[in-house]
């Protein structure tokens, strides 16, 4: 471990990070003074916070507080879920909104039972894959920007039917709290304020035609993104949020709103129809869980979700000590690395939209792992792994909340637009930007992910939840697209093996390994990059990425913490009910409780 934790404070001796920097509108320049001692703990980390009656773990600090205040007015916490997600949506629009997907693992104290939702959305059910080909005029791919990539937004569905089932409060209520921000503003937040940047420098650099004007006139009116600290204001989301809880989940799909979304996305090339909003629905699912060690299970969502990449992970690392070798060392990294890539073959070959493609179950055995894990060399990296034969990637913004109440009710919660802040499109009058998460489907018709008539896109954002001793403990998620299995597990690997404490788990040096086979590339491939690239933080140390490209990998060194992920996590003492609450340091967010 010292070794590891040197590498970290050396990265605190060095620089200040560049989005840190450029929020005060500062070049990066040279840190003269390093991080201070603690009493416990490791000095690279900050204590979590602890509490009792209610927790929140959000990206941003305002939300984490529209959360907490909605478990004091008697709201459960599926009520705080919705109404700090409703304003994040607002003060993230780079990670979410009502214009994205929603997927949910919630712990009912009554039942004493885990349940999962899935609120992605279809594609149109009248335009088939020849006809969508058609549009993309000989290209390979879906585009990530205009019309094509949309798919139905399946939020406000998901809230109401979490609310039907847990809710106490009524959603005007939930939505008050997000449309009083919209109005009357809020200040933007300094790692927000740097993707809403980013963002706009991705908009006005793609070559697609498409129509931006109502995304510009709503955050980039001056021609330049709000900097952290000035006010926003939204007032077309505060009508359409305050619309949706006055009139129910039908002014979304069936409604007042209803006709103007789809006439605008029609013009924009779209062939969705109002017929295609109407009949949207979430499912119930069912989460599954794989044990790991000492007692822990993580548990995860089925497809078209990428959560059983996580599951996969852990059932090839509980072949092997990792505890032996220190967390920093080239031989955890390497056998975590090689994990991942051969969970992630599979996830490329199998994962899918289930009422479209049937997934194998022998994915998640035991013996499925053990057999996976002996294809691990221990001393290189495997030029290519294949899927096995049982009996994403892409950088994606994406926001992870969790909420805990004082009756012990859990929420695992995570919403995207999927990548950058979603297609581009901005209907009228909304206030809220579509999603383009079908840029994620395979135009091979013999892939399992092929697109379809109104088929779900297989997915990557996933919730968490970790069962101790089988009992239910700990919500956990960890936001980016293809990063968030691999951040799952690296989560609990430091928790379970290296003994972190919930902050450090997070705060802790990750890496991002992209590439290898895709869910979107012909079946049989070639692959464009079966290796992929290991991408790690500063804080991993030199000698051990020096020995990691000795054994093969390809290493890059990624400084500011943009592509590693959005960690948020709660554990429950199973006997006192105290709450331990942790959040992203490569965030702007906030852990807070009562």
């Known amino acids: 471990m010292r070794a590891f934790l040197t590498g970290v404070a050396a990265l605190a001796l060095t620089t200040v990070p560049a989005a840190a920097q450029d929020a005060q509108g500062l070049p990066p320049v040279e840190q003269q003074i390093g991080a201070g001692g603690r009493p416990v703990g490791a000095n690279w980390s900050r204590s979590p916070v602890i509490a009792q009656h209610g927790m929140a ?6 939300a984490t507080q529209v959360a907490l205040d909605v478990l004091k007015d008697g709201g459960s916490a599926v009520d705080a879920a ?3 997600n409703a304003a994040l949506g607002l003060m993230e629009p780079t990670g979410n909104g009502i214009g994205g997907d929603l997927f949910a693992i919630i712990y009912d104290p009554k039942t004493q039972q885990l349940y999962g939702i ?10 088939t894959l020849d006809q969508l080909k058609a549009k ?16 139905i937004p399946g939020t406000v569905d998901a809230w109401f039917a979490m609310h039907e089932k847990f809710g106490r409060r009524s959603m005007a209520d939930n939505l008050a709290p997000a449309v009083r921000y919209a109005r009357e503003g809020h200040p933007i937040a300094p790692v927000i304020g740097r993707y809403l940047t980013l963002n706009l420098k991705r908009f006005e650099q793609s070559s697609a035609e498409f129509d931006f004007a109502n995304a510009r006139k709503l955050w980039f009116a001056d021609g330049a993104p709000p900097a952290a600290g000035e006010i926003f204001t939204n007032p077309d989301l505060a009508n ?6 006055r009139e129910g989940r039908d002014a979304y799909y069936d409604g007042s709103l209803t006709d103007g979304m789809v006439a605008y996305l029609q013009e924009q090339g779209s062939a969705f129809t109002r017929d295609d909003f109407a009949d949207h629905h979430s499912e119930w699912v069912e989460p599954a869980c794989v044990a790991y060690k000492k007692g822990y299970e993580l548990c995860e969502l089925p497809p078209n979700s990428q959560g059983f990449a996580a599951l996969q992970m852990v059932n090839i690392l509980k072949s092997v000590d990792l505890s032996q070798w220190e967390r920093g060392s080239p ?3 390497h056998y975590l690395v090689e994990a991942k890539r051969l969970a992630y073959a599979d996830v490329a070959r199998f994962y899918a939209d289930p009422d479209f493609a049937s997934f194998p179950q022998d994915l998640l055995t035991d013996e499925y792992g053990a057999e996976r894990f002996k294809l691990i060399d221990p001393a290189k990296a495997t030029p290519e792994f294949g899927p096995g034969e049982p009996k994403l990637e892409g950088e994606g913004d994406t926001t992870y909340m969790t909420v805990v109440d004082g009756d012990g009710m859990m929420v695992s919660l995570i919403q995207s637009n999927y990548r950058g802040m979603g297609s581009g499109l901005v209907a009228p009058g909304t206030g809220f930007m579509f999603q383009d998460r079908g840029e994620l489907y395979s135009l091979d018709p013999a892939h399992p992910n092929a697109y379809a008539p109104g088929k779900r896109p297989f997915h990557t954002i996933i919730p968490a939840f970790v069962k101790k001793d089988g009992k239910p403990y700990m919500t956990l998620g960890l936001m980016g697209g293809g990063m968030q299995p691999q951040g799952h ?3 609990l690997v430091n928790l379970v093996d290296y003994g972190m404490n919930l902050q450090e788990a997070g705060d802790a040096a990750r890496f991002n390994h992209d590439g290898g086979p895709q869910p979107t590339e012909e079946l049989d491939g070639p692959f464009a990059d079966p290796l992929g690239t290991l991408y790690v933080e500063p804080g991993i140390p030199a000698e051990t990425i020096a020995a990691l490209r000795e054994m093969g990998h390809t290493v890059e ?3 500011d913490g943009m592509m590693f992920g959005g960690y948020q996590a709660i554990a429950r003492d199973p006997e006192t009910g105290v709450l331990t609450g942790a959040t992203e340091m490569r965030k702007d967010g906030q852990a807070s409780g009562y």
């Open 57 to 62: 773990a959000t990206a941003h600090p305002l």
């Open 82 to 84: 919705i109404a700090a």
């Open 118 to 127: 899935n609120g992605s959305g279809r594609s149109p059910k009248e335009q």
């Open 136 to 151: 993309l005029n000989g290209a390979d791919a879906l585009p990530p920007f205009g019309a094509l990539p949309i798919t």
């Open 240 to 245: 359409t949020l305050e619309t949706i809880g």
């Open 331 to 333: 031989e955890a990294m």
């Open 489 to 491: 597990v690296q989560v």
């Open 557 to 559: 060194v990624v400084d």
